[in-house]
């Protein structure tokens, strides 16, 4: 059972538009507005009993000739999540110079996802996402509002966990969509 929210509910509030690059917007306009947190934890559970299901094989499945597959695009679901908690971490600790960008698909090409079995990274999702709601949720009032910047764009801590679901649920649908997963 992960701990309780603190008194500020901050990150709960849909983020303005300015908090965030018009690119993350489509992210944050896929989550369901209320507890963004409680949503991380829900979607974190869907996700593994939804991937646990489909079996080893179906991990290294790629829906055509030079896609990902199942295991390397959940693999980058993964690194994603780290690399905004790691954004919002830098931002709510007053880091104030430009963060890096991501490549996603540089980082893919060396995830050594095609060597692992699907089991252990869910087992990484798992963990990577409780360790990102026990971050959120250790937030005070004040790092809630830090405001930093992120590959030359204007970043808000509180759009990030909105960002984190968002992303996700864009890569649930390309797995229902395209892969014959769900």
């Known amino acids: 059972?992960?701990?309780?929210?603190?008194?500020?509910?901050?990150?709960?509030?849909?983020?303005?538009?300015?908090?965030?690059?018009?690119?993350?917007?489509?992210?944050?306009d896929r989550v369901p507005?209320?507890?963004?947190?409680a949503h991380l934890e829900r979607q974190g559970r869907a996700t593994c009993t939804l991937l646990a299901g489909i079996g080893e094989a179906k991990g290294a499945?790629?829906?055509?000739?030079?896609?990902?597959?199942?295991?390397?695009?959940?693999?980058?679901?993964?690194?994603?999540?780290?690399l905004f908690v790691y954004r919002a971490m830098c931002i709510a600790r007053g880091d104030v110079q430009n963060l890096p960008t991501f490549d996603e698909n540089d980082y893919a090409a060396h995830d050594g996802s095609?060597?692992?079995?699907?089991?252990?990274?869910?087992?990484?999702?798992?963990?990577?996402?409780?360790?990102?709601?026990l971050f959120f949720r250790g937030l005070d009032a004040v790092a809630w509002t830090r405001r930093g910047t992120a590959n030359g764009k204007p970043l808000a801590v509180r759009s990030l966990p909105w960002i984190t679901a968002g992303?996700?649920?864009?890569?649930l649908a390309v797995l229902r969509e395209r892969y014959g997963v769900g």
């Open 167 to 171: 992303h996700e649920l864009h890569h």
């Open 114 to 133: 095609d060597g692992r079995l699907l089991a252990d990274v869910i087992a990484e999702y798992a963990a990577v996402r409780v360790a990102t709601i």
């Open 33 to 37: 507005d209320g507890d963004v947190l």
């Open 61 to 82: 499945f790629a829906y055509q000739d030079g896609k990902w597959t199942v295991k390397r695009l959940l693999q980058h679901v993964v690194d994603g999540e780290r």
């Open 1 to 28: 059972m992960l701990p309780q929210a603190n008194a500020f509910a901050g990150g709960m509030q849909r983020p303005d538009p300015s908090d965030h690059a018009s690119f993350f917007q489509s992210y944050v």
